[in-house]
C-alpha cells in the first residue's frame, strides 16, 4: 500500500520551526505573566474557585482574603463579615487584618456584623480618657496603641453587646461620633442592674461560655487549616530565603512547597492526596503556578527569574507542540483526500 503523501513529506523540517515558535512563546509568556509567591498565587486561586470569578472578595487584600476563606466553616461569620465589607469596605479590611485570626472578635462580629465596625474603628483612632486612666491605675505607663485601644472595643461589644455598639453612630461624611447621652444612661443603668442583668440573661442564654475556643484549638493542630496561617509561614519562608548560600535557599523554598502541596490538597478537596501529586494537579489547572515554580526556583539559584522561566516553559511547550502536531497527523490521515 503506498504511503500517503502526508506522511512523504520531509518530517526533519518542522521540528526547528515547532521550536522556534516554543521558544517565542515561552519568551512572550515570561514577559508578561508576572511571578508571585507560591503562597500569595494558591490563596488567590482558592479565593476565585470558592467565591467566583466575578466576586468582590478578590479586589480586597490578600489577607482579607485568607481570612474570608478560615470563615467559611462558619456561614454565619462569613455572611456577617462580607455584609460588614459591603457596609464599611475600608474599616472592615483594616480590622480583618488586625484581629481576623482571634476568637473573640470573630464572636464579635458573628453576633453584631457591621454593626461592630464604627465602635472598633473610633477607638482605634481616638484615645478615650476612661480606659487610659484604667491604663494608668493598672501601672502601665505606656500609652496605649490604637491597636490595644481597638482590642478594648472588641471586648467591650462581647462584654456589653448591642448597649455598646448603639452608641456610635456614623454621620454621613464617614465620621464616626459616640453619643455621649446613650453612654451615660447605659452606665448608670448597669450600676444599679448589672448584677440581677448578668444573672438572667446567662439563665436564658444557656450557652457553655468560651466553646468556641475548644473548635479553634482543633483548627491549630490541623497542618494547614488556616489560609492565614498558610499565608504568614509562606512570608516566614520568604524571609528565611533572603540567606545569602544556595543551600539555605533550598531548604526553604523546600518547606514552602511542602507546605503549597498541602495548602493545594485543602483546595481540590482530597486531604488525603500526596503533597506532590496534589500540586501538579493544581498546576495543570492553573498553569501560571508553574510562572510562579519558575521565579522561585530562579531566586533559589540567585539568578533573574528569565533565566529559569525561559528554559522551563521551552522543555513544557516544545513537547506540547510535538504532541499536537502528531495528533494533527493522525486525524488528517483519516480524512479522505480530494481528487
Not at 96 to 124: D, M, S
Not at 199 to 223: H, K, M, N
Request: charged share 20%; glycine share 6%; hydrophobic share 50%.
Amino acid at each position: 500500500m503506498p504511503e500517503p503523501v502526508l506522511f512523504r513529506t520531509p518530517r526533519r523540517r518542522s521540528w526547528p520551526w515547532l521550536a522556534v515558535i516554543a521558544l517565542v512563546v515561552a519568551v512572550l509568556v515570561a514577559l508578561r505573566l508576572q511571578p508571585q509567591p507560591v503562597e500569595e498565587r494558591l490563596v488567590r486561586l482558592h479565593s476565585q474557585e470558592v467565591f467566583g470569578a466575578d466576586s468582590q472578595v478578590l479586589v480586597e487584600p490578600l489577607p482579607v482574603q485568607a481570612t474570608l476563606l478560615d470563615y467559611r466553616s462558619d456561614r454565619l461569620l462569613l455572611l456577617k463579615a462580607q455584609a460588614a465589607l459591603q457596609v464599611y469596605p475600608e474599616h472592615t479590611g483594616q480590622l480583618l487584618e488586625l484581629f481576623g485570626e482571634e476568637p473573640e472578635f470573630q464572636e464579635a462580629l458573628k453576633t453584631h456584623g457591621e454593626y461592630l465596625i464604627p465602635p472598633v474603628i473610633h477607638f482605634y483612632r481616638n484615645p478615650v480618657s476612661s480606659i487610659e486612666m484604667l491604663n494608668r491605675v493598672a501601672g502601665t505607663r505606656q500609652t496605649l496603641t490604637p491597636e490595644q485601644r481597638a482590642w478594648y472595643a472588641v471586648n467591650f461589644a462581647n462584654k456589653e453587646g448591642q448597649d455598646f455598639t448603639g452608641q456610635f453612630v456614623v454621620a454621613p461624611d464617614g465620621s464616626i461620633e459616640w453619643i455621649w447621652t446613650e453612654r451615660i444612661t447605659e452606665g448608670v443603668t448597669r450600676f444599679f442592674t448589672s448584677g440581677i442583668r448578668t444573672l438572667e440573661s446567662r439563665y436564658r442564654t444557656d450557652q457553655p461560655i468560651r466553646a468556641s475556643d475548644l473548635g479553634w484549638a482543633a483548627v491549630d493542630a490541623v497542618v494547614i487549616g488556616s489560609a492565614v496561617k498558610f499565608l504568614k509561614a509562606g512570608r516566614a519562608a520568604a524571609t528565611t530565603a533572603r540567606a545569602t548560600t544556595v543551600t539555605a535557599r533550598s531548604a526553604a523554598y523546600g518547606s514552602r512547597l511542602a507546605r503549597a502541596g498541602q495548602m493545594a490538597s485543602t483546595m481540590i478537596g482530597y486531604a488525603k492526596w500526596p503533597a506532590v501529586a496534589a500540586l501538579a494537579y493544581v498546576a495543570v489547572r492553573h498553569p501560571v503556578l508553574l510562572n510562579d515554580l519558575f521565579a522561585g526556583a530562579a531566586k533559589v539559584l540567585g539568578v533573574p527569574p528569565w533565566m529559569i522561566q525561559v528554559p522551563g516553559w521551552f522543555l513544557i511547550l516544545l513537547p506540547l507542540l510535538l504532541i499536537l502536531r502528531w495528533v494533527a497527523r493522525v486525524c488528517l490521515w483519516f480524512i479522505p483526500a480530494r481528487r
